[in-house]
Every structure is written in structure tokens, then in C-alpha cells.
């Protein structure tokens, strides 16, 4: 029987390098005043630090931005992706179920719940160490409408049949999206899990060759998808749908109207439209598919081309 995945020689070792590599001398931590928390769970080290009114979730790396929550005004984006991920709400008018792969400190969740409090939200998340400190740094709390599971994202979709209709992306390991939730096979399994008129929202990078290996694979996957770049950062959201890609004027009158509908608040999804949408996505016509048996995401995130 084949097996869902499997892990090359070459990706693994690749892996425990970065890994490696990603770990914080002694002096780097101790000479750090504004670490609030620093454990290592079976999966990576994290760290909690605080600078005024602001929690960061650092997971892998001290280096590494993987959540925040301003303490005095909690809905708040503090890291640009989470904000840009928002643009996902503007390509469904009634969203009635989200699943969240990547927890994190839980901003997206929080956010979600906040914007569709009758909606069911599923959260998944490997790492259990990650979902306690969620809940006790980041006010990441479960309830009727919001569940947690423990558990890879690939094997979650694996052996649900749940649909969704907004699937949100955002599994990172340190600062690199693991290879398995990055290949054509994992992203039909996405596919197979968004409910028709429902959207995918991944976040992705800009400044690497991965961009155009990302692009190819979800072209190849999803009939539309669309690209909205960080200003603030290299993180690119990608948003795939099983029909056609709107054109950018339907986008335009879509965002204002959802927009008007919800009164999001901290979000302005026209706004983000017009800033941050990719006009000129495009990728060369040979570009490779990233697949099980061919994805060296760890090379292209460094800029080597293999």
C-alpha cells in the first residue's frame, strides 16, 4: 500500500540542518531580557517574548515571527500576514465552516471568531506544546463553535471527509513551510476538502524561487488562484479556488459589499485589494511541479535552484 508521503535521505538531512541552524547560542538567549517563556517541546524549541504591550510566539527561532497579540488591543494585526490573510473573507459572501492548519498563537482563529461567531472553526496543530501556550499567553480559547486538533495537517485531511469552506494554510516550521504541505499531492487533498464556491487561503513567500515552483503547482491544482504581496515583509498570500479566477473588477465590487456587510473593523478588505494584489503573477511555462517525490523546498527557500 502506498504511503501518503514519503521523506528522502536527502530532505531529511537537509531538514535536521536547518533545524540546527535555527538554534539560539546560549549567549543569544541569555542576553535577551525580553524572553518571556523558552521550552522545547518534542518538535522545536519556542519562546515567548514580550516588548511593551506586545506577545511574540517565536517557534523554531528566536528569529522567527510566527504570531503576536497586542495586549491592549487584541485584534489588532501586528504581523502583517495576519491581517493579509483577511483577503480570504472577500471571495466567500457566507462563510459557514474554516479550517485553520497552523495554530500559532492562534491570531487567525481569533480573528475568525470574532468576525463569524456562528461559523464552526476547526484549528490543526502538530504541536500540542504550541496549542498550551496559545491558550496560556495568547488567549486562545475552544468553544462550542471552535474546536483544536492535534494532529499533522496532512493526515488530518487525510482521514477526514469533512468539507470547508475556507481552508486557511499557515503550518510553518520555523521559517519554512514543511515540504509535505507543499506539493501537488497535498494541495488535491486541499482541493478535496473545500466545499464548491469556497476558497484557500496559504501563507506563502515572495522573495524566492519557490514563488514560481508554489505558482505552477497551484495552477496545476486549482482552476483560479490569485497572489497579494506583503509590503511589510516577503510573505505572499495565495488564494485558490475551484472555479475560475474573478477578474479583478468582480473582486473589487465583492470586497466592498462583504466589506459593508460585516463591518470588519481592523480589516479593510478593498483596501488590501488595491495595495497588495499580484498584477503581475506570472512563472515560466517549464517551471517544475513541486511534488512528493520532487520538492526541495529547503533549497529554494535559500535561493538554490535544484
Do not use: C
Not at 495576519?82 to 481569533?110: C, D, H, I, N, Q
Amino acid at each position: 500500500m502506498r504511503t501518503p508521503f514519503r521523506v528522502t535521505l536527502a530532505v531529511s538531512l537537509a531538514i535536521f540542518a536547518l533545524a540546527v541552524a535555527a538554534l539560539p547560542s546560549l549567549p543569544d538567549l541569555f542576553e535577551r531580557k525580553d524572553v518571556l517563556l523558552s521550552t522545547e517541546s518534542r518538535y522545536q524549541n519556542i519562546y515567548v517574548t514580550q516588548q511593551g504591550n506586545v506577545l511574540m510566539l517565536r517557534a523554531g527561532s528566536l528569529k522567527s515571527r510566527s504570531s503576536a497579540i497586542d495586549l491592549k488591543s487584541p485584534f489588532r494585526h501586528v504581523i502583517e500576514y495576519t491581517g493579509l490573510m483577511m483577503v480570504g473573507l472577500g471571495y466567500v459572501e457566507e462563510p459557514k465552516s474554516f479550517l485553520v492548519l497552523g495554530l500559532g498563537g492562534g491570531a487567525v482563529t481569533r480573528h475568525l471568531r470574532r468576525y463569524y461567531p456562528q461559523a464552526q472553526i476547526t484549528s490543526v496543530e502538530l504541536d500540542p506544546a504550541v496549542v498550551e501556550i496559545a491558550q496560556s499567553h495568547f488567549g486562545f480559547q475552544p468553544d462550542g463553535q471552535s474546536k483544536v486538533v492535534v494532529e499533522d495537517a496532512r493526515r488530518f485531511l487525510a482521514r477526514t471527509s469533512e468539507t470547508y469552506d475556507v481552508i486557511f494554510l499557515d503550518a510553518y516550521h520555523g521559517d519554512y513551510i514543511p515540504f509535505h504541505l507543499l506539493t501537488r499531492e497535498f494541495l488535491e487533498l486541499v482541493r478535496a476538502r473545500l466545499r464548491d464556491g469556497g476558497a484557500v487561503v496559504a501563507n506563502t513567500w515572495s522573495k524566492q524561487q519557490l514563488y514560481e515552483r508554489e505558482s505552477a503547482t497551484y495552477a496545476a491544482v486549482f482552476e483560479g488562484f490569485h497572489s497579494y504581496l506583503g509590503q511589510e515583509s516577503t510573505n505572499r498570500i495565495v488564494v485558490a479556488t475551484r472555479e475560475p479566477a474573478a477578474s479583478y473588477s468582480t473582486l473589487e465590487k465583492q470586497f466592498s459589499t462583504i466589506q459593508k456587510r460585516r463591518s470588519f473593523g481592523e480589516v479593510d478588505l478593498p483596501a488590501l485589494l488595491h495595495r497588495h494584489f499580484d498584477r503581475d503573477l506570472s512563472w515560466p511555462a517549464d517551471t517544475p511541479l513541486l511534488t512528493d517525490d520532487y520538492a526541495p523546498v529547503n533549497f529554494l527557500v535559500q535561493g538554490e535552484n535544484r
